[in-house]
């Protein structure tokens, strides 16, 4: 076992630190775009030295690297230490871009995936539908072909940033005649066009970041499919063997514990430091040992990556493990917050979890941990995972029903 | 960057493993956890000869002068199959005069250690429950107190005992110690209660340094031996819900087992890392060390203990019985949470040393 990155990678570091030393922040008239504009013109020079988009060929606008996850995580540390961009986030990134290459057609490549990870195209993903969560492939948003396009209606829901977004990309039912998981397609369309009804809902927080997404014959052209007609299923599960992240995902539970553990320091209880609370500090070092059982798990799954070895149950863990330990998080907070989690949440600075002057965005945090852990599977889905795909369990009565 | 087993640590931990599946099957278990002969001379000759008896000492004294996480996945293996022996006692009182004693001390007890021709053991917890170095109360240069929880101490024949001011002392026991068996939970570690009454006792020249890493050595190797024993309770829990019919089904299609079952996972598995990465500390990054090893035996320790609250309910009416092999288990996980300090002291100890 050795942790260290050794003196090739170390100075592959020096490289990356003296990229970003010259680069960013951004100089003369770039220095004067707005953010947006500066984050993009940023992301074209990262690409350019070969530190961004590393898994996309050049053709469509990557940097075309070969696969080496310890230069990738050395990349995300020093750009997270330089506070520099990195290719723009979100689920046109981390979703769609690795769909359109390993399914895509070429021209739908050249269009977008260029676009979506400078940051200049914004997706959200068309998938819950009021009576397909959990059970998404019971999803009932129809489109019928009509000439040249498909013609889109029924209703979306949660769609995170439908609001903003230029695109959607959509999972709709497109053979009535199919079984439920046959009869989808993978569609693309245009978010700025009529016929389309973007309802922002209010979320806990007070918030409004998901949406109701309504369609009422919605054109989108016949060729906006990914993949084959009623493939839309398998499209949709696919995901690319890119450089796997498996350490930031525990880089990011340090940074909550860090968070926590300020917030321990500088709120008090009976007058005296919090932190000297003996519960507390129970408390505290019980949930940091799930935290360094996260942070070491990233990096046996790193080195099985990097073996070319399968690492197991555990890769089907991290998402639960992670969201508890978040849910972990905003329980120790609301008890160091004491009456300062009487506070109105949507007052907060988001994501800022600084002291107890920020109780707003703590308590945003109590609510938002509850978000991440539903989103994208709940709790009792990542368990139905792991139970039987990890120890092998049967498999739902109920969710295979549809077999029967 | 490389954070996995070797091919010589895999093999090492097959080689063990296969040992066990042989020599300790459940039934065989069962026989020396019932028995009343509180030590199987048969089967700790057979560990001897896989080269388990000194692991940590150096080669130069005989021993197979391995690492930290090498005695750790040896460990694991032995608590996946709830090992009985003095297994953690000899490991521990082989580092401890390695690192601790002088040439002669070194000389006369190692190889004999490495070998199994002489058996070692510690003798650190106290019996007001104290377990830790600055905490020792036993001392004199003819030793006096009680020390309690000393693992095999009746079998022993050299005992490192941890002394007033936070030092080593060996001591050969005979006149001057009385050695009463502890009637304790865990069968498969069977532990002694020893008076001395002016001792003679031998100091360790580095004793105190030999001390503080020993005892982090043990808080890791209970962590390690901790990942085992929930990892199969846990696997006995899911082979049972795969047999077990109820309702015209096997119980493992019943959701909430499954979603049981599916924490007992998430408690266990995700925690293999971090006994490993105590361990992996303990030779390679000694700053992180300390903290971490309590860490480690805090959480583990803790994890194993509650996977073996569910794995019993998990198998009904069985699980609470004698018979079942879960009880086994089940007091090794009550052993390795409460010997050399509760998760609650260890946690308070990583605050502590992280300044909190
Ligand atoms: C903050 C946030 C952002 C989101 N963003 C998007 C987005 O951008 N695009 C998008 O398409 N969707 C989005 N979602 C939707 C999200 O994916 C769904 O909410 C989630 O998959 C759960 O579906 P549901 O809400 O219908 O709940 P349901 O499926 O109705 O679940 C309700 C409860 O029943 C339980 N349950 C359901 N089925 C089972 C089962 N088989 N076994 C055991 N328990 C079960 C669940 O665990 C849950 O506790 C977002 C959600 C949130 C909270």
Known sequence: MDLSYGPEYEAFRGEVKAFLDAEWPLKGDEAKLDLQGQAVAFRKKGIAAGYLARSIPRHYGGSEQEADSLKAQVIREEFARARAPMEAMGIGTMMLVPTLLERGEEWQRERWVEDTVLGNTAWCQGYSEPGAGSDLASLKTKAELDGDDWVINGQKIWTSGAQHADFMFILCRTEPGEKKHGGISYLLLDMKQPGIDVRPLRQMTGGADFNEVFFSDVRTPKDWIVGKRGEGWLVSRTTLKHERNSIGNAAQAQGTFRNILKLAKQSTIDGKPAIENPAIRQRLATLEGYVQAHVYSGYRQMTAGLRGEDAGMIQLMNKLHSTNIGQEVAKIAVDLLGDGALTDPSQGARGLFAGPENAAGWVGQYMSSLGVAIAGGTGNIQRNVIAERGLGLPRDYFADAHKR | ?356
Request: hydrophobic share 45%; aromatic share 8%; with cysteine.
């Open chain 2, 1 to 356: 960057m490389d954070f996995g087993l070797s091919e010589e640590q895999q093999l090492l931990q097959d080689t063990v493993a296969q040992f066990l599946a042989n020599e300790n099957d459940p039934n065989q278990l069962r026989a020396r956890f019932d028995a009343e002969e509180p030590h199987d001379e048969t089967f700790w000759k057979g560990l001897m000869e896989l080269g388990l008896g000194g692991l940590l000492v150096p080669e130069e004294h005989g021993g197979a002068g391995l690492q930290m996480i090498d005695a750790a996945l040896v460990a694991e293996t032995m608590g996946f199959a709830a090992a009985p022996g003095p297994f953690l006692g000899h490991t521990l009182a082989g580092l401890a005069i390695a690192l601790g004693g002088s040439e002669a001390h070194k000389r006369a007890w190692l190889p004999k250690l490495a070998t199994g021709d002489a058996l070692g053991t510690v003798a650190f917890g106290e019996e007001d429950g104290s377990w830790l170095p600055e905490q020792w109360s036993v001392g004199g240069d003819a030793l006096t107190g009680t020390k309690c929880h000393v693992p095999y101490g009746a079998q022993a024949d050299v005992i490192v005992v941890g002394t007033k001011g936070g030092g080593l002392a060996l001591v050969a026991p005979g006149d001057g110690a009385t050695i009463e068996l502890f009637e304790g939970v865990d069968r498969t570690r069977r532990l002694y209660t020893v008076r001395f009454d002016g001792a003679a006792a031998e100091a360790l020249p580095d004793g105190s340094d030999a001390a503080s890493r020993t005892r982090d050595a043990a808080l890791i190797l209970l962590a390690a031996d901790a990942f085992g024993g929930a990892s199969r309770v846990l696997a006995m829990s899911v082979e049972y819900a795969k047999t077990r019919e109820q309702f015209g089904v096997t119980i493992g299609h019943f959701q909430a087992l499954k979603h049981q079952l599916a924490n007992m996972a998430l408690e266990t598995e995700p925690a293999r890392g971090l006994f490993w990465y105590a361990a992996h500390a303990f030779d390679e990054v000694p700053e992180d060390c300390e903290r971490m090893a309590a860490l480690a035996k805090a959480h583990v320790t803790d994890r194993f203990m509650h996977v073996a609250r569910e794995a019993t309910e998990a198998h009904g009416g069985i699980g609470f019985t004698w018979e079942c092999d879960v009880q086994m288990w089940f007091k090794r996980a009550l052993f390795d949470r409460a010997w050399l300090g509760t998760p609650g002291t260890h946690r308070e100890r990583a605050a502590q040393l992280a300044g909190w």
